[in-house]
């Protein structure tokens, strides 16, 4: 079986996710509800990944996002991210699909660079950039996950996940209150936007 369609069978499918997608590469082959994406002002097209010499913006052919599908070549919407995240997140708001063992694997120091970026005091987080992209993704000790997608790219890639942090911390902290209801109940309509998510 062909990779993206085991995961959206195996993975995706029966934690409610259905607009998961593996990125595509031009601008034309972009799906209805994808973003578009926006470099930096300053950016220097590229020649294209597919051998044609013709120069191209890197966010639209720059890179084979075929080939990175398994390390981040994904599209979702944040939505849809935020619910995989709640499906391995170790609380029990929402049923994980990994077993509490896996889970406890997959945040040790032990596993190295791959998943979670960083592990600490019960925040995990993830962070990733492409050309035209950039996302933050943490589960806090708290209890509270969410999830941060941007159709650009930053300058200061790495200190994006600090300035973003800092920002969430500042607007989930002047909640009083929260919704009773579920967000991801079927009745509750969201306009998604998918993302690539790297």
Not at 80 to 87: C, F, G, Q, R, Y
Not at 146 to 165: C, D, G, Q
Request: overall charge neutral.
């Amino acid at each position: 079986m062909e990779y993206e369609k085991y995961v959206k069978n195996n993975i995706l499918y029966p934690i409610g996710i259905y607009d998961m997608h593996i990125a595509r590469n031009f601008y034309h082959q972009r799906f209805t509800n994808e973003v578009t994406y926006y470099d930096r002002e300053n950016a220097r097209n590229v020649y294209a990944f597919d051998g044609s010499f013709e120069l191209v913006p890197k966010t639209y052919g720059g890179n084979d996002m075929h080939s990175l599908a398994a390390t981040g070549g994904w599209l979702a919407s944040p939505v849809e991210l935020l619910k995989l995240v709640l499906a391995i997140d170790g609380y029990d708001t929402k049923p994980d699909i990994l077993s509490a063992e896996t889970i406890k694997i997959m945040v040790s120091e032990d596993f190295g660079p791959y998943g979670w970026k960083g592990t600490n005091h019960g925040f995990w987080w993830r962070s990733g950039t492409l050309a035209g992209t950039s996302a933050l993704i943490a589960r806090q000790g708290d209890g509270i996950c969410w999830v941060a997608l941007f159709n650009t790219s930053t300058a200061m890639p790495t200190k994006f996940p600090r300035y973003i942090h800092k920002v969430m911390n500042d607007m989930i902290s002047s909640v009083n209150s929260w919704p009773k209801y579920d967000l991801f109940k079927n009745d509750v309509k969201v306009k998604n936007s998918l993302f690539a998510i790297n």
